[in-house]
Antibody, heavy 119, light 106 residues
């Protein structure tokens, strides 16, 4: 059974930094593109970033480009999202999502970790 | 690529046939997915690649397309279908979702 467990979400001040992690199990992590997707009540679902199976290609939403960095450690089955220069509008529930057979088709989701950016 | 959905909300009754429309701002081939999300739950992939039903999803969910317009049809609404539905293009990054359609009980 696929399991994705996010962690690292917390309250952080505007301009601050945070690192999210997603521990994966139940599948061959190194064979799948992985993504971060966030959700707020007012803005629905927003894809944030994706990374190829080997970690050699990364992709970002325009809203986070230059501020967020996605990475992965295939030896530890873990996905990361380094977040810098955080803004109030980054406040959201952040999900880790696994691809299905087609890239960026999200067949499995974690339960999410809440990031709140506020002073 | 911008994704729009209509309607933004919809009231219907059990047994009704409902259709949700999603439009892409440019061609995305068949790279269109549909998700269902219930309150307090994570999104669930219903349909991938326009019309491919995911394992365990009832056949009353039907996906189709015409050009850059995609539709999700629920042929006969069941009580468990009342939820919010999102479309999403997986054609090219940045990946984009539609704003969602909230399906409510009439």
């Amino acid at each position: 059974e696929v399991q994705l467990l996010e962690s690292g979400g917390t309250l952080v001040q505007p301009g601050g930094s945070l690192r999210l992690s997603c521990a994966a199990s139940g599948f061959t992590f190194s064979s799948y593109t992985m993504s971060w997707v966030r959700q707020t009540p007012g803005r629905g679902l927003e894809w944030v970033s994706g990374i190829s199976d080997r970690g050699d290609r990364t992709y970002y939403a325009d809203s986070v480009k230059g501020r967020f960095t996605i990475s992965r450690d295939n030896s530890k089955n873990t996905l990361f999202l380094q977040m810098k220069s955080l803004r109030a509008e980054d406040t959201a529930l952040y999900y880790c999502a696994k691809d299905e057979a087609i890239r960026f088709t999200f067949g499995s989701w974690g339960q999410g970790t809440l990031v709140t950016v506020s002073s | 690529i911008q994704m729009t959905q209509s309607p933004s909300s919809l009231s219907a009754s059990v047994g009704d046939r409902v259709t949700i429309t999603c439009r892409a701002s440019q061609g995305i081939s068949a790279y269109l997915n549909w998700y269902q999300q219930k309150p307090g739950k994570v999104p669930k992939l219903l349909i991938s690649a326009t019309s491919s039903l995911q394992r365990g999803v009832p056949p009353r969910f039907i996906g189709s397309s015409s050009g850059t317009e995609f539709t999700l049809t629920i042929s006969s609404l069941q009580p468990e279908d009342f939820a919010t539905y999102y479309c999403q293009q997986s054609y090219s990054p940045p990946v984009t979702f539609g704003p969602g359609t909230k399906l409510e009980i009439k």
